[in-house]
């Protein structure tokens, strides 16, 4: 079945405590792409991957970082977690560069509270 | 700086009753527009993408529409089970791979 897969689903942790959020994807997608949602909110853009070895910030990049050394995986790091990222955060993953009707698969979410 | 505003921001409607989401945006060239569903605690589902100015795309009952400053999604004779957060998305043409989203439209269908 091809899916986006994030873990974990629920997160709570404290302030300053490293965390990583695991996304993986089984489409061979070349796009991939994680996201922040708060309540009333559309999504975010955390950071984005155009390949594998190529990353970019999106609009709220600040205290997050990612790798794509794979790519399958996309993993995001908070290396010192903060009360303002609790969030549900949403990775996803599409094809690009002339497949038409492009659109992103999103994985089920990882609600992140930090205490 | 790329900007999408949907509105409205709740409606609520009856069975049957057709209606309209609107999503306006300004970006610096579009790459595409995108629109998805969202039903509480999921993540988004795609629904369309469009391209240019005067495309249409339809799905069962929805069909989206897209101008040089503004995109509808069209619903028409709704169903309790169309009932969702409806996105609306940018993607421009001078960053490809970077997105903006609106904040939603949350649609309630009463039976």
């Known amino acids: 079945e091809a899916q986006v897969t994030q873990n974990p689903r629920y997160l709570i942790t404290v302030t300053g405590k490293k965390l990583t959020v695991t996304c993986s994807q089984n489409?061979?997608?070349?796009?991939m792409s994680w996201y922040r949602q708060d309540p009333g909110l559309g999504l975010r853009q955390i950071y984005y991957?155009?390949?594998?070895?190529?990353?970019d910030k999106g609009d709220v990049p600040e205290g997050y970082k990612v790798s794509r050394k794979e790519k399958r995986n996309f993993p995001l790091i908070l290396e010192s977690p903060s009360p303002n990222q609790t969030s549900l955060y949403f990775c996803?993953?599409?094809?690009?560069f002339g497949q038409g009707n492009e659109k992103l698969f999103f994985g089920s979410g990882t609600q992140l509270s930090v205490l | 700086e790329d900007q999408v505003t949907q509105s409205p921001e709740a409606l609520r409607l009856q069975e049957g009753e057709s209606s309209s989401l609107n999503c306006s945006y300004t970006?610096?060239?579009?790459?595409?527009l995108f629109w998805y569903r969202q039903d509480p605690g999921k993540g988004p589902e795609f629904l369309f993408t469009?391209?240019?100015a005067g495309e249409e795309k339809e799905k069962e009952r929805l069909k989206a529409t897209l101008t040089k400053k503004e995109s509808f999604l069209h619903i028409t004779a709704p169903k309790p089970e169309d009932s969702a957060t409806y996105l609306c998305?940018?993607?421009?043409?001078?960053?490809?791979?970077?997105?903006?989203f609106g904040d939603g439209t949350t649609l309630t269908v009463k039976p």
């Open positions: 970006v610096s060239g579009l790459r595409g």
């Open positions: 998305a940018v993607e421009s043409s001078t960053n490809a791979g970077k997105s903006t």
């Open positions: 489409m061979n997608h070349e796009y």
């Open positions: 996803a993953s599409s094809h690009r």
């Open positions: 469009l391209y240019s």
């Open positions: 991957s155009m390949n594998v070895e190529v990353t």
